[in-house]
């Protein structure tokens, strides 16, 4: 699996674990994992198919299928850019986004 694969995997993971309202210490003992291997998955570190398909049986969710779509992870991206947004001081908050408008202009 490639990087940018775990990271949409562990973005999918951490989305249906808060979407239960489950810590990371409940997913991992419902999946009889260890929290840390909840959290490595979350961040996008690689992690055996065995202790991934645990997790996903844990979520009760289907691990994510090769050319799905990606709107999801782009609606999860903007949920997580906002919320970023949010705990920034005002001033830098503007500069920020300023430069995700550029960089979104950019690249379209």
């Known amino acids: 699996m490639d990087e940018a694969e775990a990271l949409r995997i562990g973005a999918e993971v951490r989305q249906a674990r808060q979407d239960k309202d489950w810590t990371h210490e409940q997913l991992a003992e419902c999946a009889q994992v260890s929290p840390d291997t909840v959290a490595?998955?979350?961040a996008g570190r690689s992690t055996p198919?065995?202790?991934?398909?645990?997790?996903?049986d844990a979520l009760g969710i289907d691990p994510p299928a090769e050319g799905v779509s990606y709107s999801r992870d782009i609606a999860l991206l903007?949920?997580?850019?906002?919320q970023w947004l949010l705990v920034l001081p005002e001033?830098?908050?503007?500069?920020?986004?300023?430069?995700l408008r550029?960089?979104?202009?950019?690249?379209m």
């Open 78 to 82: 903007q949920e997580m850019i906002g």
């Open 49 to 56: 198919s065995g202790t991934l398909r645990a997790v996903f």
């Open 40 to 42: 490595a998955i979350e």
């Open 102 to 107: 550029r960089f979104i202009l950019a690249h």
């Open 91 to 99: 001033a830098e908050r503007e500069d920020a986004q300023d430069q």
